[in-house]
């Protein structure tokens, strides 16, 4: 008798669950027993079969409980093998779409499972409604901003119960600004929601609508919606509080009071703490913690609390509480928020939450910090801990980092913690240290002592990279801090020298990601006299690879272009005067000609002879074109320059004005964008434009039609907040 016979014949449901922790294939000994199990007329048995084939996971197993479902006679049965069938997904995609769609439109289904169902339909990109758990679907819509909004999700369109939720999911996501302001709040939860939503999106000049929800509110919705306006991210917020206090009466007035006294929210640490830790509703959790992200005054102790309540509080909840711990850092994080950090590293299983924890060491920048990298090192976080580590600027980390190397016997492992300490003596500029004696003495790797010599050689010495914007840092010789005038993205401001052009005067910078360049401009403006003279050109994706490149250098309507006989990846920028002449030298912006292979590799068809790329959020520049505001091009992450989109027509076309249609994303505008037209890659050409923000558009308006097959759109400021394109228009 097979083994399976002998299970069946035992009959016993814990004998198949034995089976089902040991079923890891499917054989068909097993899938005979577990066939014979469904159809047993054993409500214990079939339970126990379908678990197992859901367990096993695979694309057979998912097909045999798809079958089950369909044999099912009981509606417990049927209930807990849909739930199985949705939840196991991931085993067979495309038959998980039929019988998703079987179970949405099955009227005796029961909610749970439809509402399973609807989540997977909904992501997939299809419009779901009736008799199914809403707040689940917002939920999975705040958590993941890839999944598309169906149309009965629209606010107006939301049962009143649901509607404070979806405008926290909207807020999250950072879109549906205009939706959720032009919504009416007929209670209080979905007015602190929007208020909580004015707030998140910065934008000050609705104050005046959130004070007209007062008369909503109970004496602690006031407290806290007070809280909220005031934790508003936006310049002159006391002036528009102290102007609306002037104007309003009321209930209305006594809230902008309230958030006039709770623009430092330190004297209210408590209060907010036991809000966020007890059973308030999670809208009002939320804007607790948003709230506590004012709380300067008490800046360390709320990042020690908030680490501290963090192991114990909901997963909805992490997310907020990290943005918290994160506001804390950026503004000091000492020596107690880099333990409290230690200590949630040191409680977490988890490597990824880990890895999320360093990031505090990072912020520290100090020796706590370097040790806390170390001891993460020393955990098993080996690549993470020195990866971070490496982003020092300043000598703390030499001591935690030369006592590691010792420590060390592996030459493989002390190749790299060296080469870590190797890039923390490039970012602290000192390069007669301790810490370089050391490599120049110890070193592993002979590229390690190569590159601490042409550290000095280069003469970098006391450099200190500052924040030029846009993810770029840098520094020069002199008048370091009008450096970032020449990437601010506008022709009007300057850096020069100071002094008269003299050999061996530079500047030095670092770009966010390497860019495959085949040309550097330094764009003279006004000041046309103050050109390079005899220039010198170092690139580099690391120190390890920086060095002069082979450059011919024009000077082309009032710019001086240094072009590079082969193209060069370009992280490390260093740019120096050779030559001697009365005069300053001037830079008043910096572009990059990049290689025109970067642009024609990045085009893909789209439709009829159109062709599309970009450099980030490649795979969706489809959805500029295809018709459909409800979907969306987007960077991605954060607005820096160097951002671009691109469109090519197979023949010239004659264009006046581009319209970039932003959709629900009305907050994710291109910032001081630049157009370049051209019938190929290599002969590109910036188009003079006026831009113009119109509403749901960006409008670039062309000074003369340019008759062109390519077209390319640059975003040269940063913010935050994605730069989305939900439609392309061009007349």
């Not at 005796?108 to 997939?124: E, H, P, Q």
């Amino acid at each position: 008798m097979l083994k399976s016979e002998k299970i069946l014949k035992k009959g016993t449901a814990l004998l198949l669950s034995v089976m089902l922790l040991a079923g890891v294939f499917l054989n068909a000994p097993i899938a005979a027993a577990l066939n014979k199990a469904l159809s047993s007329g054993n409500e214990r048995m079939s339970q126990c079969a379908a678990s197992a084939l859901a367990f096993i996971g695979s694309a057979e197993s998912y097909e045999r409980l798809a079958s089950a479902l369909k044999n099912a006679k009981s509606p417990l049965a049927k209930s807990q093998i849909q739930k199985l069938l949705m939840s196991g997904a991931r085993a067979n995609p495309k038959l998980a779409q039929t019988v998703a769609n079987e179970i949405y439109n099955d009227k005796t289904a029961d909610k749970g499972s439809r509402t399973l169902a609807a989540i997977l339909l909904m992501k997939s990109g299809k419009d779901v409604s009736g008799d199914i758990y809403l707040s689940d679907l917002i939920r999975v819509l705040a958590e993941d901003k890839s999944v598309k909004i169906p149309a009965s999700f629209a606010l107006g369109k939301l049962p009143q119960e649901n509607r404070a939720e979806m405008v926290y999911a909207l807020a999250k996501r950072g879109e549906g600004y205009e939706s959720i302001i032009a919504l009416d709040p007929a209670d209080a939860g979905t007015a602190k929601a929007i208020t909580y939503a004015i707030s998140v999106f910065g934008k000050i000049s609705d104050m005046e609508r959130a004070a007209s929800f007062a008369e909503l509110y109970d004496n602690d919705d006031m407290r806290i919606t007070g809280f909220v306006m005031a934790s508003v991210k936006a310049k002159g917020k006391l002036k528009t509080f102290s102007d609306l206090a002037a104007k309003l009466q009321g209930r209305p007035r006594e809230l902008v009071v309230s958030a006039m006294s709770n623009l430092d929210a330190s004297s209210s640490v408590d209060y907010l703490f036991k809000i966020v830790s007890g059973d308030a509703p999670e809208g009002d959790k939320l804007a607790a913690i948003k709230s506590l992200e004012n709380a300067v005054l008490k800046n360390s102790e709320v990042f020690v609390r908030a680490a501290k309540l963090y192991p114990a509080v909901s997963e909805s909840l992490k997310k907020p509480l990290m943005g918290l711990m994160v506001a804390c850092s950026r503004r000091e994080c000492d020596a107690s928020m880099v333990n409290a950090a230690l200590g949630l590293f040191e409680h977490s299983a988890n490597p990824k939450e880990k890895a999320a924890f360093l990031r505090f060491a990072v912020a520290n920048n100090g020796e706590a910090g370097a040790k806390m990298c170390v001891a993460a090192y020393k955990a098993g976080l080996k690549n993470q801990a020195l990866a971070e580590i490496s982003k020092w600027n300043n000598s703390s980390a030499f001591k935690p980092l030369m006592g590691l190397d010792k420590s060390l016997k592996n030459p493989a492992e002390r190749k790299a913690v060296q080469a870590a300490l190797v890039s923390v003596i490039s970012k602290s500029g000192e390069v007669e240290s301790d810490a370089a004696s050391y490599i120049l003495k110890n070193a592993v790797d002979k590229k390690s002592v190569k590159t601490v010599q042409k550290l000095q050689r280069l003469n970098l010495k006391n450099v200190k990279l500052m924040d030029l914007g846009g993810g770029v840092i840098g520094t020069s010789f002199k008048n370091a801090g009008e450096l970032k005038n020449a990437f601010d993205g506008s022709r009007g401001s300057r850096w020069s020298s100071g002094e008269n052009r003299a050999p061996g005067q530079w500047i030095h910078f670092e770009l966010p990601k390497p860019r495959l360049i085949s040309a550097v401009v330094l764009d003279l403006h006004t000041s046309k006299g103050d050109g390079i003279i005899d220039p010198k050109l170092y690139v580099g994706e690391s120190i390890e690879d920086f060095d002069q490149a082979a450059v011919s250098a024009t000077t082309e309507n009032g710019k001086n272009v240094l072009k590079l006989k082969k193209p060069a990846k370009a992280k490390i920028v260093r740019i120096e005067n050779g030559g001697e002449a009365g005069g300053w030298w001037s830079i008043h912006e910096i572009e990059f000609v990049d290689d025109p292979a970067v642009y024609t590799n990045a085009l893909k068809p789209v439709k009829g002879g159109l062709k599309a790329g970009a450099n980030c959020g490649e795979n969706e520049v489809k959805q500029a074109f295809d018709g459909n505001m409800g979907s969306r091009w987007s960077t991605n992450g954060a607005r820096q320059p160097g951002q671009w989109f691109m469109f090519a027509y197979d023949k010239p076309k004659k264009v006046s004005e581009i319209n970039l249609h932003l959709g629900d994303s009305a907050g994710d505008r291109v910032l001081k964008p630049k157009l370049y037209a051209g019938n190929t890659a290599e002969d590109m050409k910036p188009v003079e434009i006026k831009y113009s923000s119109a509403r749901g558009m960006d409008v670039l308006k062309l000074a003369t039609p340019a008759n062109a097959k390519m077209f390319r759109i640059e975003n040269c400021g940063s913010g935050g907040g994605f730069w989305s394109i939900h439609e392309i228009e061009v007349k």
